[in-house]
Nanobody, 123 residues
Framework: VQLQASGGGLVQAGGSLRLSCAASGRTFSSYVMGWFRQAPGKEREFVAAISWNGGSTYYADSVKGRFTISRDNAKNTVYLQMNSLKREDTAVYYC?????????????????WGQGTLVTVSS
């Protein structure tokens, strides 16, 4: 499966952005989908994950209550709604697809990766 992330940009602290990740292929609905981010000089970190049918989600503590992951299997797309953005949310955001039975939080849990979209939060 090929993944294409979009929706990043420059936003002021306290603002909102919605990221999208469009997937190719007919098996999108069979994958767990995740969002990760990587800030300059830091390791890639888990942000959120969603089960194949959207029934289960999991979030990093740092974004819980502010970010929402969702998916539309009819459109082969996963979303990340980001509200109340903080400067520390600045990073390149990556979507990923995993052939796993649980909501993975490690990059190695995922088989396919998008190219990343840059989110910059200014004060």
């Amino acid at each position: 499966v090929q993944l294409q992330a979009s929706g990043g940009g420059l936003v002021q602290a306290g603002g909102s952005l919605r990221l999208s990740c469009a997937a190719s292929g007919r098996t999108f609905s069979s994958y767990v989908m995740g969002w990760f981010r990587q800030a300059p000089g830091k390791e890639r970190e888990f942000v959120a994950a969603i089960s194949w049918n959207g029934g289960s989600t999991y979030y990093a503590d740092s974004v819980k209550g502010r970010f929402t992951i969702s998916r539309d299997n009819a459109k082969n797309t996963v979303y990340l709604q980001m509200n109340s953005l903080k400067r520390e949310d600045t990073a390149v955001y990556y979507c990923a697809a995993g052939s796993i039975l649980r909501l993975g939080v490690r990059p190695r849990d995922y088989n396919y990766w998008g190219q990343g979209t840059l989110v910059t939060v200014s004060s």
